[in-house]
């Protein structure tokens, strides 16, 4: 692998190192943070979507089924939000070294997924506790991260190198993050969408992984687009996903030359 | 005391470099559309104009011209941080530049961690880094200061660690800009020091500087830049004396 030689994986382990120490610093409870956020966060939406608006009525486990689907899509905002500003974060770094500017990007999503390990630690936790049993089918957890890890990764290349020209991207994309949050199934149970609307969310690789997740961990009834579309439109997301790599790949990459001067 | 060695280490070749004038820069979609409606100009400036020169393995190197002459950005250029509008930079061995000492120093974190984020960025590994570590701390004089936040580290101390992970860089071919303007008398002794070592273990160095004593004591060439072009490149005497009397007009 030439973009990631030993010398590149230094870097970037360094850089993820500062990330996490840098994040919690001068705070009391220090990296236990990390448990304790998902944790809160986990009972508010508890709390709200068990007794006041029950969203859910009739899905099986939809705690659960809940805290996943936030859990992955928080992991969503957060990478490409932060990875959106990495470039131009580390401009003192850009202007004055010439290492691999896709490091800056990669390390940022790096962080993002560390986060990510430790929410869904305490979603298993949450799980047991509701009753549901292990399976095998929990495993089918990693390759959808990577498929998630690797769509957040094309959009904040894309993102990042756009925003070193244009700081308005960042309020931009902050309103599709909202806009995306109710067309993806995160709060509200994708079964309650009307039938003939259903395919249309699953173009959105979001709504396709979090589905997913939720059938190999929480609900085989979980509706997942394998189980709504029966043609070759089964691969959208997929397609989706790839495109997004390769045109922010290339954009980034035709852009990272002058990141120096421009930031 | 020309090393004569033809092998070239560095070779720049008719380098233009212009910049877009930062105000003029559309740095939000209001000023993407005003510009395109009022049909602007964009104001570029001309800070390298087709500067050709070779640097040669074991050369003592010097760059020296006014403020604004270009040489900082021939070192950029030469270091891959920014790229040519055209011309060519062909680099034949290990190239560490330092444009700055102490480049992503966290002012949050330790000294101690703050070495092992500099020298991944030089390329060492945590492994490299722990067998260097001691070295480094002794030679930085720094020992008691290590757990603490280098926010909290005079300028000179940070300089200090800065410079004692860069002597660890192992490149043949290194290149300095200003660095001798920072630190005590203290310090810019032992930077002296060390170009000596380096001079005896043959490196090619590549030094960019306002200090012409330093140009006299150790270059055995130099390159004087003006306007963006190469204004003079030979004995470092001769360059001293173009750049004098560039001065004096």
Redesign the interface.
Known sequence: MRYLN??N???L???V??DF??RY?NSVLGYLWTLLKPLFLFTILYVVFTYIIPLGKGVEHYPVYLLLGVVLWNFFVESTTIGAGSVVAKG????????PRYLVVISSSFSALINLAFSLVVVFIFALFNGIEPSLSWLLIFPLIVELFAFALGVSFYLSALFV????VSYIWEILIQAGFYATPVIYPITKVPVKFEKYLFINPLSQIIQDARYAIVTPTSGTIWSTVHSIFVLTPFVVIILTIIFGGMYFKKNS??F???I | MTTKNEEVAISVRDIHKN??LPQN?????KH?VVNIVKKNNIVTQKVLDGVSFDIHKGDFFGIIGRNGSGKSTIL?LI?????PNSGEIAINGGLT?F??LG??F?P??SGR?NV??NG??L????KQMNAMYDEIVEFAELEPFMDQKIKNYSSGMQVRLAFSIAIKAENDILMFDEVLAVGDANFQEKCLNQFIKYKKEGKTIVLVTHDMGSIRRFCNRAALLDHGKLEYIGNPEGAINRYNELNQI
């Open positions: 030993p010398r994986r230094a870097i382990s360094e850089m190192r500062t120490k840098i610093q003192d770094l850009i202007r004055k070294i010439s290492i020209k244009f700081r308005d030359k002058n120096a001067e421009d | 910049f877009v820069k559309n740095s939000s979609f993407v950029k270091a891959g941080v920014y790229s530049p444009i700055e480049v992503g966290n949050e974190l961690d092992f984020l991944a960025l390329g060492f590994n945590r």
